[in-house]
């Protein structure tokens, strides 16, 4: 859907669009009720709306200070593998200083460069299981293209994590396609092939229903990271936290929740610039 066609279907929905975080109203909610994808049309618009220049100058400007202050603490806090958290924490932050973000849920494939003798890692949206169940989770938030606080705090083996930057943080990055290799894990491949005979082209839209809609508007990127790493992301939703900042608790840092963070360091130091 293009941006008119959004704005006038949240229109006729009487879904308020004049600030960030309008999935929280409870029409949208009622909507979500009828249609479990009808997030990825909040999404949709985040990605398709026009932004001026003023705007992305001053959302840059916030956004560049929130990543820094809030990665410093994740790496305080010794969390791994907190990528929903920290994702979830940040877009609520952004929400709450008035910038326009989603965050969005897929795979992510990292390559080493050759002289390391790093075979690759895999965080597959699809495993055993064969639901749809991401891998990995980032932010969406103009200029920002990906924003990855949590890329280096995962569990890494070898000397794969010299190769790892401390965040991706990009405004611009290569366009890819969506692959199997880089969303269903080898044994689901298989497994998909053998016992349900769904043929290799079709097992992406068979275990991830909505990754054509996503794309469109999200489609894979390529990050060349100053570490020597290669990373891939490759969205197949859009995540949504049900509670808001002040509800969280699925962090502390350094004896303040997510939300104190917030107001007592975060929001104070956006205010100077």
């Not at 749809?132 to 989770?137: A, K």
């Not at 092939?193 to 290799?200: L, S």
């Not at 996503?214 to 992301?233: E, H, L």
Request: glycine share 4%; charged share 25%.
């Amino acid at each position: 859907m293009s941006y008119l066609d959004l704005l006038h279907e949240f229109q006729a929905k009487n879904i308020p669009l004049d600030t960030p975080s309008f999935y929280d109203n409870e029409n949208f909610l009622a909507e979500e009720q009828k249609d479990s994808e009808y997030l990825n049309k909040y999404s949709a618009f985040v990605a398709s709306r026009p932004y001026s220049k003023q705007y992305l100058e001053i959302a840059r400007e916030k956004i560049q200070k929130i990543v820094s202050i809030l990665h410093a603490h994740l790496v305080q806090s010794n969390r791994q593998g907190a990528c929903i958290d920290i994702s979830s924490v940040l877009t609520r932050i952004l929400e709450l200083e008035g910038i326009w973000c989603a965050c969005l849920k897929g795979s992510l494939t990292i390559k080493f460069p050759a002289h390391s003798n790093e075979g690759d890692t895999h965080f597959y949206s699809v495993t055993k299981n064969q639901s749809c169940t991401p891998g990995h989770y980032w932010v969406y938030a103009p200029p920002f293209k990906i924003i990855d606080i949590s890329i280096k705090e995962q569990a890494y083996d070898g000397r794969k994590k010299e190769y790892i930057p401390t965040f991706v943080m990009v405004e611009e990055a290569q366009t890819s396609t969506a692959e199997v290799e880089d969303i269903i894990s080898p044994d689901v491949v298989r497994e998909l092939i053998n016992i349900y005979k769904i043929p290799k082209k079709n097992q992406i839209s068979y275990v991830c229903t909505s990754i054509g809609e996503i794309q469109k508007n999200f489609p894979p990127q390529v990050v060349n990271t100053d570490g020597g790493a290669r990373a891939k992301y490759t969205p197949t939703a859009t995540h949504a936290s049900i509670e808001k900042l002040e509800g969280f608790g699925n962090f502390n840092f350094q004896g303040l929740t997510p939300y104190e963070l917030y107001k007592e360091i975060i929001e104070p130091s956006v205010k100077q610039n």
